[in-house]
């Protein structure tokens, strides 16, 4: 027979150590939740900073068409007599260009063949060299027979250069107050712009537009 004293003590030491093990079990079930609680919380900071972020910084949007001022239509008009075809433009620019032809991003105007007096404001794509050596190619096979050609300077590239070697070009004293697609004028760009002609009537090409700028024309059209 066991002892009543040792039987009690061996009863309280079986309890004590189910106890021990339960509050370690439960210790380790809190670090787990501690652990959980502070995964999320970290998480939680992370998508506060992004939304905060994202609401100081605005995601861009790809860039909306601009479009040409009506007062500088009237003086392309001026200067060519009319536009038979605008190859990049769409409906709402017609409502003032009124060109006799034109090509709406739909129909892609660099895929189609251009002709008689154009008038082209190459869209804020990226592809201002495509267009513009469109432009030359059509001139130079005599499709084109005059143009008025509207871009930003870039001094430093080849396909600017060529065009200055070979067209006169005017420089706008101000810069061009473009309009969105509700024909609100938007803040002047920061850039300058540059309008070349192609074609026979440099003579009137530079007296229209010398009332908005200066007009300069290659040296061997000078010396000619």
């Known amino acids: 027979m066991f002892d009543g004293k040792k039987t009690e003590y061996l009863s309280i030491h079986s309890l004590a150590m189910a106890e021990a093990e339960a509050a370690l079990a439960r210790g380790k079930v809190v670090k787990k939740l501690d652990k959980r609680i502070q995964t999320l919380s970290e998480q939680i900071n992370q998508l506060q900073d992004k939304s905060s972020k994202?609401?100081?910084s605005p995601s861009r949007k790809?860039?909306?068409q601009l479009y040409t001022?009506?007062?500088m239509i009237d003086l392309v008009r001026v200067a060519m007599g009319e536009i038979d075809l605008d190859p990049a433009s769409d409906d709402i620019a017609q409502k003032w260009v009124?060109?006799?032809n034109y090509y709406t991003p739909e129909l892609d105007g660099l895929s189609h063949p251009w002709f008689g007096r154009v008038w082209l404001h190459p869209p804020a794509d990226g592809k201002t060299v495509k267009w513009t050596s469109k432009l030359l190619a059509e001139y130079e096979s005599g499709r084109v027979t005059e143009a008025v050609l509207l871009v930003r300077p870039a001094v430093g590239s080849k396909w600017f250069q060529k065009l200055t070697r070979l067209f006169p070009v005017c420089f706008p004293d101000e810069r061009l107050k473009f309009l969105d697609d509700q024909g609100i004028p938007q803040p002047k760009p920061k850039h300058?712009?540059?309008i070349f002609y192609l074609g026979q009537n440099n003579q009137q090409f530079?007296?229209?537009f010398g009332t908005v700028g200066s007009v300069s024309s290659p040296v061997q059209n000078q010396l000619a």
């Open 54 to 56: 994202s609401l100081k």
């Open 69 to 71: 001022p009506p007062v």
């Open 98 to 100: 009124q060109a006799r």
């Open 206 to 208: 530079g007296q229209v």
């Open 62 to 64: 790809k860039a909306s």
């Open 192 to 194: 300058g712009n540059a």
